[in-house]
């Protein structure tokens, strides 16, 4: 589902991608994978994954 507006800042939505990086309890940092998703413009930290299958 494809927001137009980001629902916590207001600021308009961009495709791009989105990775997780994870710190681990040993210290070491563990990068989770890349997918496409719709993240705020303006980087609060808002993000909705996209449909594999159906890009809007």
Do not use: H
Not at 2 to 11: A, D, Y
Not at 33 to 55: H, I, L, Q
């Amino acid at each position: 589902m494809k927001t137009e507006l980001c629902p916590k800042c207001g600021c308009r939505m961009m495709e791009d991608a989105f990775e997780e990086i994870v710190e681990l309890k040993d210290g070491s940092i563990q990068l989770e994978t890349v997918y496409p998703a719709w993240v705020c413009s303006d980087f609060c930290g808002y993000y909705e994954k996209m449909d594999a299958n159906r890009r809007e």
